[in-house]
């Protein structure tokens, strides 16, 4: 927030004197993915990210247009862009700086489909190149550089290494660009998000709900927290306390992350020490706690044989849904097979051929693994 701050009194000062240039560099965040589904943007725009007649976008082509989402569509080309946080802070700046002259926004992030690392926007690799080429084009007819709005990390989380020297190789590039931008006081804003208490449980990560730097506009996130809450009053283990000189321990979030990965990955216990600073016992303990606070919760409820009622709507929905009153999975199939009923009777369709100069009266038939160990019956090679 000082940064921003800062960034605004900066803008203040250079009132009129040509366009203000912030540069939006970063990954697919920056980019911009909100409202993007099956590669397809929705084309809903928030009020916060409307176009504004002082607010411009230096495009693919190097020339000035009005800026709207998504900024970075002729940038970002391998992927499909939506909203970024580009447009929400731009005019977040115009309303905090009403006297303030035009903004320049010059997209420079690239995420495609798969993100990219801090290590490939190091000094002299294309992207690094790409943000100098397009700052200098900004900044010629009395354009003035005044920050840089930086929205990357999700792809450097992947592996331990990469997460380590983030810090690192985040520093040695913001030198590196207030250096050759011969800025050494040029702002940088990393935009960050602020994680919820609440899991997406399909693919067991922190949900997307996210406040970009307090300045973005985002819908609050449903009551999904209760949950989780619930299990954290279960147990003492989940209380951040305080060790003897003061110092904050391992908070409840840290542990039902720990409890909660452990379950979605199937790792050991240990596994997590270095990504979430905890102890192998202590993950351990978190995972019974967390077993432990489900079963006391929810265990009379849902842990339970289904109800008649219960199969009986099971059943209605997966009609409604597919077409069938019930299940018609292989035991099923099976069971409704008629050539296996005539098997089963001694009856088989006569079908000869020859074989070695061997005439066969009956047939075999070709199955899988479900159906019985009978003469008849040739199972295929898994």
């Known amino acids: 927030?000082?940064?921003?701050?800062?960034?605004?009194?900066?803008?203040?000062?250079?009132?009129?004197?040509?366009?203000?240039?912030?540069?939006?560099?970063?990954?697919?965040?920056?980019?911009?993915?909100?409202?993007v589904v099956n590669n397809t943007w929705d084309g809903v725009v928030p009020l916060q990210s409307q176009p504004n007649q002082l607010i411009l976008r230096l495009a693919a082509n190097l020339t000035w247009v009005e800026a709207r989402d998504p900024l970075h569509k002729d940038i970002d080309v391998h992927?499909?862009?939506?909203?970024?946080?580009?447009?929400?802070?731009?005019?977040s700046v115009l309303q905090r700086a009403p006297r303030m002259g035009p903004l320049g926004l010059v997209p420079c992030a690239v995420g495609g489909p798969r993100g990219t690392r801090i290590s490939e926007w190091g000094r002299g690799g294309f992207l690094y190149k790409q943000l100098l080429r397009r700052s200098r084009v900004a900044r010629r007819g009395g354009g003035v550089l005044r920050g840089i709005l930086w929205f990357q990390g999700?792809?450097?989380?992947?592996?331990?290494?990469?997460?380590?020297?983030?810090?690192?190789?985040?520093?040695n590039l913001f030198n590196n660009l207030r250096t050759d931008l011969r800025s050494p006081l040029l702002p940088i804003i990393q935009v960050w998000r602020k994680i919820q208490i609440w899991w997406e449980l399909g693919d067991c990560n922190f949900s997307s709900y996210s406040e970009?730097?307090?300045?973005?506009?985002?819908n609050p996130p449903p009551n999904q927290a209760s949950l989780f809450d619930d299990i954290v009053q279960m147990s003492f283990l989940w209380l951040n306390s305080r060790d003897a000189v003061g110092k904050v321990g391992i908070s409840a979030l840290v542990k039902c992350t720990s409890a909660i990965?452990?379950?979605a990955y199937d790792v050991v216990p240990d596994s997590l020490d270095e990504y979430l600073q905890i102890g192998d016992k202590t993950s351990r303990d978190?995972?019974?706690?967390f077993y432990n606070g489900v079963m006391?919760?929810?265990?009379e409820e849902f842990l339970r044989r289904p109800t008649q009622t219960v199969v009986e709507k099971l059943?209605?929905?997966?009609?409604?849904?597919?077409?069938?009153?019930?299940?018609?999975?292989?035991?099923?199939?099976?069971?409704q097979s008629t050539i296996l009923n005539d098997l089963k009777v001694g009856k088989a369709s006569e079908v000869s051929f020859v074989a070695n100069d061997v005439n066969y009266k009956w047939g075999y038939y070709l199955t899988d693994g479900i159906y019985p160990k009978w003469a008849v019956l040739m199972k295929s090679i898994a």
């Open 1 to 35: 927030m000082l940064a921003f701050v800062f960034l605004i009194l900066h803008l203040v000062n250079a009132a009129y004197a040509g366009k203000n240039i912030i540069i939006l560099a970063g990954q697919s965040n920056m980019s911009g993915r909100g409202g």
């Open 296 to 299: 006391k919760l929810y265990g």
């Open 286 to 289: 978190c995972l019974m706690a």
């Open 154 to 171: 999700e792809s450097d989380t992947v592996n331990v290494v990469d997460a380590t020297m983030y810090k690192r190789r985040l520093a």
């Open 79 to 91: 992927a499909t862009c939506g909203l970024g946080p580009g447009m929400s802070f731009a005019n």
């Open 315 to 335: 059943y209605a929905f997966h009609e409604e849904k597919h077409g069938l009153s019930r299940s018609n999975n292989d035991v099923n199939v099976l069971r």
């Open 261 to 263: 990965r452990q379950l």
């Open 212 to 218: 970009w730097n307090s300045l973005i506009f985002c």
